[in-house]
């Protein structure tokens, strides 16, 4: 597989992250820990049949215990931080803190060996996350000391999922197949959370429960598997740019439903996202590849 051809299969995940939101608005009242769990059971469990009709369980059963250990802790450790960041925080701030991921992301990986990390990937990713910003926040108040803790939350958040996201690129020989596994084992532990702090709701309309099998299949499922062939495969770096573009499609997706309402920012930070990413674009095209590549 070609490296373009990777980078191009990650992006997939960004835009599935970008219906997120809407997908997520639909399955109210569910918690956000029992809606963790069945979404990752279902994307899970539709990865198993896949590598079982694939012939793939000899894959599974080559990969370490401790490669599992590594995907299973970075993806539900990244969630249980969220969601706990959004409960006590407000939801712009601490989205916004959140959402460092890709500009960490863009940072770590210069620390990889054959990575070539130049000013214009620190450039765009900078403005692109000024134009998240402008999403994000919107016209919401500043940041109140009030809600350290959930800030914090919020950056460990960032910090935990462009980790696993930088250190999957050393687990390059490891086959996406294990995201299944990762999936399952993420599934279990956010039952057990939700077991133990939340009180179980059901969705009362078919289409919570429309929403909650399109998260399963695509946000909280397939999104993952093809980020893994991205950020192992392809240029991490521009996707990390490129991750900026979610929270714009997903405003942009709210609108169109009639879910929030258009404002004049959106035009601002389509702009500056498209300019950080073009950035990074060209930085990535001029530095040094391996013919292969």
């Known amino acids: 597989m070609t490296r373009r051809r990777a980078t191009t299969i990650g992006f997939c995940a960004v835009l599935l992250w970008a219906l997120l939101a809407l997908f997520t608005v639909g399955t109210a009242p569910m918690p956000p820990l029992q809606l963790n769990a069945i979404c990752f059971a279902i994307g899970g469990t539709i990865g198993l049949i896949w590598i079982a009709q694939a012939d793939g369980i000899s894959q599974l059963r080559a990969v370490p215990l401790s490669v599992y250990i590594f995907g299973t802790v970075g993806l539900f450790l990244y969630h249980f931080l969220y969601f706990s960041a959004l409960r006590v925080a407000p939801p712009a701030q601490a989205g916004l803190i959140a959402y460092l991921w890709p500009l960490l992301i863009v940072l770590f990986s210069g620390l990889l060996p054959g990575e070539h990390l130049k000013s214009g990937h620190i450039l ?170």
């Not at 959930?150 to 462009?162: D, E, F, K, R, S």
């Open 124 to 293: 765009g990713a900078l403005i692109s996350f000024a134009g998240a910003a402008l999403v994000i926040l919107g016209g919401s108040a500043g940041f109140n000391p009030e809600f350290a803790t959930g800030y914090a939350l919020a950056a460990g958040c960032a910090l935990v999922w462009a980790g696993y996201s930088v250190l999957s690129r050393r687990l390059g020989d490891v086959p996406t197949a294990s995201v299944a596994v990762f999936c399952i084992a993420t599934a279990v532990l956010s039952l057990a959370a939700h077991l133990a702090t939340e009180q179980t709701v059901w969705p009362a309309s078919m289409i919570g429960w429309a929403s909650i099998l399109a998260l399963g299949l695509g946000p909280v499922g397939l999104a993952f598997y093809v980020w893994d062939i991205g950020v192992k495969k392809g240029d991490i770096q521009l996707l990390g740019v490129a991750s900026y573009g979610a929270p714009l499609v997903s405003t942009i997706i709210l609108v169109m439903a009639g879910i929030a309402a258009p404002r004049w920012p959106l035009l601002l930070a389509a702009f500056l996202i498209a300019c950080g990413a073009l950035l990074a674009a060209r930085a990535s095209a001029t530095a040094v590849i391996s013919p292969q590549e």
